[in-house]
C-alpha cells in the first residue's frame, strides 16, 4: 500500500517538489517517489522556464532501516527517449541491496514532462519545436542529475554517489566523467560506451555492416524466413497497406523490424510475426490482422528518439547530422538494402538471394511513412542541419580520469559498435573492461550477474586489465 513520506527528511527547499512523497512496498523492495522542478535550460539563467523530472528510489525492505547510510546509485536508461526501467527489475533487486538506487526519468520521458508530439502542439512554429528538443540531451541530463544529487544527497556525510548506464545511459555517464568527475565515486556503463572518436558516418557504416551479418544470423537459424520475408515484402510493394493510425506499411518500413535482431527474443519474435502473417479470406491471401496490429505497435516511437537519435553523436559546434543513415543507405549501402519487385520476383525461390533488414537508423522519411511523426517533420529538418550543439565530451579530463569505471561491451554488439567504445576506453584513464560474446545488448536485464561482475571489477575483487 502506498503510504506518503516527509519530504523535508531529503531537503526543504531546493529542487524537490513540496508536500508528500508517495512511497510502497512490495516484491521486497521499498520506494519513494521524487519529482522535482528543474530548469529547462542549464546554460541560459535568464530562462526561467521549468520542467518537471521524475526520480524513484528503490531500496531492499531488508536495508531500510540503515538506508541512510547506504551509499547511492542513479541509472541512466538506454535510447534516448525512454523512461527508467521497472523497479522490480532483476539488476535493480540486486543494486537495491547495495544501494539506495534511483530509477531517473530522464527529460521528456515517463513521468517527467513529457516529450510528445501533443505537448510539442503548444509552439506556434517548427523553429520553435527544435529549439525546445535541443534541450534534451545527455549534458542537459546530466545537468539535471547534478541538481537532483546535490538535493537529495545534501544532508548525507558523502555527497557524491555511484552512476550505471545501459547503451545511451552510457553516453550520459560518459558526459558526467566530463563534466562532473569529483561528483561521482564510481561509474558502471553496460554496452553504453559512446564513439567519442569516430565521425557520424564510420558509427553507420559500422551499423549497417552490423545489422547485414545479423540479418544472415537471423536466416541461418530461420530459413524458411528467406520466402516468407520476401512474399511480405512483394505484398506492401505492389499494395497501398494503410495501419489503423493513419501510417502506411511499406517494404523499407517493415524493413526496419532488425532492429531488435541485437537483443535477447529479437529474432524470435519476428519469426513469430513471419508465421502470421497472412490468412486466406474467400480464396485471396491477405496481411492478417495480427501482422497489421504488431505493426501499427512499431509506431508509438518516443518523438526523442527519432528526432534527436542522430544527434547523440553530434559532440560540439560544426557537426551537423544531415540524416547521415538515410545518405549511406541511399548511397554506399543501396545495393544491399534496396529492394524492388522487379530484382527480387526472378529469386523468390533463391535463398542465397536476401532481403536485408536495417538496425538502429533513424530515416528522414520517417516523418512522412510514421503518422505519429509526420507533424514534427519540418522540426526534423532543422534539427538535422543543426551546427550549434554543445559539446558532450571533454577528452582532455577524461584523459586524466580518476573515477573507478567498469564497462561490460558486448563482443558484436549491434547497436554500440565494440570497436569504437575500445578506442573510447583507450581515452578514459584507468577504466577496467569486460568483453563478452556470451551476452547480447540486452545483457543487464538478461542477467544481473554482469552487474556483480562490475561491481567486483571496482572493488578490485577480480583481477580485470585496465584499458
Wanted: proline share 5%; with cysteine.
Amino acid at each position: 500500500m502506498a503510504t506518503p513520506q516527509d519530504s523535508s527528511a531529503i531537503r526543504k527547499g531546493g529542487y524537490l517538489r513540496p508536500g508528500p512523497v508517495e512511497s510502497f512496498v512490495s516484491n521486497g523492495l521499498k520506494t519513494q517517489d521524487y519529482y522535482f522542478d528543474l530548469p529547462l535550460k542549464h546554460a541560459d539563467p535568464s530562462c526561467k522556464d521549468t520542467i518537471v523530472v521524475f526520480a524513484r528510489k528503490v531500496v531492499a525492505i531488508e536495508r531500510q532501516a540503515d538506508s541512510e547510510k547506504m551509499p547511492w546509485l542513479i541509472f541512466f536508461q538506454g535510447g534516448p527517449g525512454f523512461q527508467g526501467p521497472a523497479y522490480n527489475t532483476g539488476w535493480v533487486k540486486t543494486a537495491a541491496k547495495k544501494y539506495n538506487v534511483l530509477l531517473l526519468d530522464q527529460r521528456g520521458t515517463g513521468l517527467s514532462t513529457p516529450m510528445t508530439v501533443q505537448a510539442l502542439s503548444q509552439f506556434k512554429t517548427a523553429q520553435e519545436q527544435a529549439d525546445y528538443f535541443m534541450q534534451f540531451r545527455a549534458d542537459s541530463i546530466v545537468r539535471d542529475s547534478e541538481l537532483i544529487r546535490e538535493t537529495i544527497l545534501a544532508n548525507c556525510t558523502d555527497k557524491k554517489w555511484s552512476l550505471l548506464g545501459q547503451s545511451y545511459g552510457g553516453f550520459c555517464i560518459t558526459t558526467y566523467l566530463s563534466m562532473f568527475p569529483e561528483s561521482v565515486t564510481a561509474a558502471y556503463i553496460t554496452g553504453g560506451i559512446p564513439p567519442v572518436f569516430d565521425s557520424l558516418e564510420d558509427v553507420y557504416r559500422k551499423s549497417y555492416k552490423s545489422v547485414m551479418e545479423h540479418t544472415e544470423r537471423y536466416y541461418k537459424r530461420f530459413p524458411m524466413d528467406v520466402k516468407r520475408v520476401k512474399k511480405i515484402m512483394k505484398y506492401l510493394a505492389t499494395n497501398n497497406v494503410k495501419l489503423a493510425n493513419g501510417g502506411v506499411l511499406t517494404p523499407r518500413k517493415f524493413q526496419q523490424m532488425g532492429m531488435g535482431f541485437g537483443i535477447s527474443g529479437g529474432m524470435d519474435r519476428l519469426h513469430s510475426l513471419c508465421l502470421q502473417a497472412f490468412v486466406t479470406l474467400n480464396g485471396k491471401e491477405e496481411l492478417s490482422s495480427s501482422f497489421l496490429t504488431e505493426m501499427a505497435a512499431q509506431e508509438h516511437i518516443p518523438p526523442i528518439y527519432a528526432v534527436l537519435h542522430e544527434s547523440i553523436y553530434c559532440d560540439g559546434p560544426g557537426v551537423a547530422s544531415n540524416w547521415t543513415a538515410s545518405k549511406l543507405l541511399s548511397g554506399e549501402f543501396k545495393t544491399t538494402f534496396e529492394y524492388s519487385v522487379k530484382e527480387y520476383e526472378a529469386y523468390e525461390d533463391d535463398s542465397s538471394k536476401l532481403v536485408y533488414f536495417t538496425g538502429e537508423h533513424m530515416y528522414d522519411w520517417m516523418l512522412d511513412d510514421y503518422a505519429s511523426l509526420r507533424p514534427l517533420k519540418e522540426c526534423a529538418d532543422i534539427l538535422a542541419k543543426c551546427t550549434t550543439w554543445p559539446k558532450l565530451y571533454d577528452p582532455e579530463v577524461l584523459a586524466r580520469n580518476t573515477v573507478p569505471v567498469a564497462a561490460a561491451l558486448y563482443y558484436d554488439d549491434m547497436y554500440v559498435a565494440r570497436e569504437c567504445s575500445e578506442k573510447t576506453a583507450k581515452g578514459i584513464k584507468g577504466i577496467q573492461l569486460f568483453v563478452t560474446n556470451e551476452y547480447m545488448h540486452s545483457g543487464l536485464r538478461d542477467n544481473d550477474g554482469i552487474l556483480t561482475k562490475l561491481f567486483k571489477m571496482v572493488s578490485n575483487e577480480l583481477d580485470v586489465p585496465v584499458a
